[in-house]
Structures are given as structure tokens and as C-alpha cells.
């Protein structure tokens, strides 16, 4: 098998825009570039990294929560589709993928494998946070993503 380096950080509390739906797997990005859509036409300050909330697997389909963070002082409508929250800070377990999106499922597999042979407690949720991406370079070999799952921090000081 495999290995990946698995890390871990606490992510801070961040304030977003978010859209959340029941979609299939491979339409993640285009509910990401629908709400990056929604921010540009209504001329909304927004921040990086974009990244998604997978908040369960349901096979062909995921339960998926597309986020983009908000600039300090930017306070948009919500709509039906649109909400703005904030999103709290996390211990998370973390791996980083280089390149092509097509490898993500198979880092988080193994990252879940990981976090279970190693008896750390983690939630069903995880993130796809996209440290580099479309906005920043035209080659797919060049994106950076991190695949974040969140964890019980006490069961790793175990």
C-alpha cells in the first residue's frame, strides 16, 4: 500500500459564501464555479482558497458545500442558493495532492484508511481546499490541493 505523509494543523474560523446541494461527484467543481459566478455578478470581495465541505458520501452522489471566504467588511444578500456563515475552526488530518484532480479519491481513501488503522477518531465530513488552482495557473500539473479531515485532536495525544 501506498503511504502518504498525513499532518495535522488547526484551521482557523472563516467567514464564507456557501452553497450546498446533492449533486453527482463530478459536477463538485462546477457548484464551486456556479457560486464563483454568483460572487462575480454581484461584485462581491471574495478571498482564498475556494474549497468544498464533502458532508457525506452517498456513492454517485455526495452531499457537497461549495465555500469561497469572504473579504473583511463584504456583507452580500443571501438568496435561496447563497448563504454566508462562518465556518469554525477544526483539528483537522491533512494530506496534500499535487496535480491533476483525477488521484483526490484515491487520497482520501487512503488518508480515511490511515486515520482508522491509527485509531483517530475523525468525522465523515472532509474538505477539498484548493491552495492552487484554475485562477492561478493554466497547468493541471501545477494545482495544489489539500484533502483536510477533521479530527479528535485528544485521540492523537493518545
Known amino acids: 500500500m501506498r503511504q502518504l505523509k498525513v499532518e495535522f494543523k488547526e484551521t482557523g474560523p472563516i467567514r464564507v459564501i456557501s452553497s450546498r446541494k446533492i449533486i453527482p461527484k463530478n459536477k463538485i467543481l462546477d457548484l464551486l ?3 464563483l459566478c454568483w460572487a462575480f455578478d454581484r461584485i462581491v470581495g471574495i478571498g482564498d482558497p475556494h474549497f468544498v465541505i464533502v458532508h457525506k ?13 469572504l473579504l ?4 452580500p444578500e443571501e438568496d ?18 499535487r496535480g491533476r484532480y ?18 483517530i477518531e475523525f468525522s465523515e465530513s472532509y474538505r477539498i481546499v484548493y491552495v492552487v488552482d484554475f485562477f492561478e495557473t493554466s497547468n493541471p500539473n501545477e494545482y495544489v490541493t489539500e484533502i483536510q479531515v477533521p479530527v479528535k485532536k485528544c485521540s492523537i495525544e493518545e
Do not use: Q
Not at 59 to 68: L, N, P
Not at 80 to 97: F, Q
Open 33 to 35: 464555479d456556479d457560486l
Open 102 to 119: 483525477d488521484g483526490l479519491e484515491e487520497k482520501i481513501s487512503l488518508l480515511y484508511e490511515i486515520l482508522k488503522r491509527k485509531k
Open 57 to 69: 458520501d452517498l456513492g454517485d452522489k455526495v452531499d457537497v458545500e461549495a465555500c469561497i471566504p
Open 72 to 75: 473583511e467588511g463584504e456583507y
Open 80 to 97: 435561496e442558493d447563497v448563504k454566508v456563515k462562518e465556518i469554525s475552526s477544526e483539528y483537522v488530518a491533512y494530506v496534500v495532492h
